[in-house]
């Protein structure tokens, strides 16, 4: 009898399919689930992650959305930018929504980095989107905002940097990591994502994401105007156990509400909280989901 999770066996079991499509010059990958004419739902990763992130999270959404999760360029199977814009970023993200047939008003969800990129997703196309879900990132107050892009200028860090080769595939899978690190997710799990954020070159093996990506990506001050401003709904999802240090104002963003913000705190969940409770994860976001589509329709 396997011992692996019953939702490790049923996501992998569920059909995806891949396509890509072009951004301003460059191959972006995305994976979608279920059927063309449901409500839209597309999934942003966080920083030196992937699609695969979202693979034992949207199986479960599949049957009453059409969900698509991508990977920003210098991410995964999308290709390298020279330089990495929060707009351009945001033009990927809406470039799916159209190429994976989304529909009307998709929603939008971002975990950590990704949580940056939803920000900017709204800030430029809010108007045309149904909401905009946060899964363990927030907002700071302006006085404590903290600019986590520019470290060509901030850090002296020398551009077009290298990546590690490993000899073989295994040792390289070997040094797969979560950062921040957290306890409990399953071997199987893990094993999954390093297989996918890993590619061939000719002296072994090394990760497929960009060390360059913060090079000269400006993530901005201004985060806190572009929330406040957004045109559409939001919500928050927070890792009760999460130590990650772009999740710490979750309290800020609901005084900053008025206290109307939907915030979400699941039990037991560290920063990548979607591999500790993945049901959880799952039925909170279906549920939320489908209210929003609710609305949205009757609006």
């Not at 929603?107 to 946060?134: K, Q, W």
């Not at 939001?234 to 609901?254: C, F, N, P, R, V």
Request: aromatic share 12%; with cysteine; charged share 20%.
């Amino acid at each position: 009898m396997s011992d692996l999770p019953f939702w490790y066996t049923r996501s992998m079991e569920c059909p995806s399919d891949s396509a890509c499509v072009t951004v301003d010059g460059i191959e972006i990958a995305y994976e979608t689930w279920g059927k063309v004419g449901n409500p839209g739902v597309v999934l942003i990763h966080g920083s030196n992650a992937h699609l695969e992130w979202w693979r034992f999270t949207a199986p479960f959404l599949a049957d009453r959305f059409r969900l698509a999760a991508i990977d920003l360029s210098g991410n995964g199977n999308s290709g390298w930018r020279e330089r990495y814009t929060g707009k351009g970023f945001a033009d990927e993200v809406w470039a799916v929504c159209e190429a994976a047939q989304l529909g009307e008003r998709p929603i939008v969800v971002g975990h950590s980095f990704g949580g940056f990129v939803a920000l900017e997703t709204g800030h430029y196309y809010g108007a045309n989107l149904g909401g905009v879900l946060f899964m363990d990132f927030t907002v700071a107050p302006p006085e404590e905002s903290m600019e986590w892009g520019l470290r060509v200028e901030r850090e002296g860090v020398e551009p077009g940097r290298k990546l590690r080769i490993y000899d073989d595939f295994e040792t390289a899978l070997g040094r797969f990591r979560f950062i921040p690190e957290q306890p409990g997710v399953h071997p199987e799990v893990l094993t999954h994502l390093g297989t996918y954020g890993l590619k061939q070159v000719p002296d072994g093996w090394t990760w497929k994401f960009d060390p360059g990506l913060f090079d000269y990506l400006e993530m901005g001050k201004d985060q806190h105007d572009k929330l406040m401003a957004l045109p559409c709904k939001t919500a928050l999802m927070l890792g009760e156990q999460s130590e990650d240090e772009g999740a710490l104002y979750g309290d800020h963003m609901l005084q900053a509400s008025g206290g109307t913000l939907p915030v979400m705190t699941v039990p037991g969940t560290y920063h990548h909280l979607m591999f500790d409770q993945p049901i959880a994860v799952a039925s909170s976001m279906k549920l939320l989901l489908l209210e929003w589509q609710r609305q949205n329709s009757a609006s």
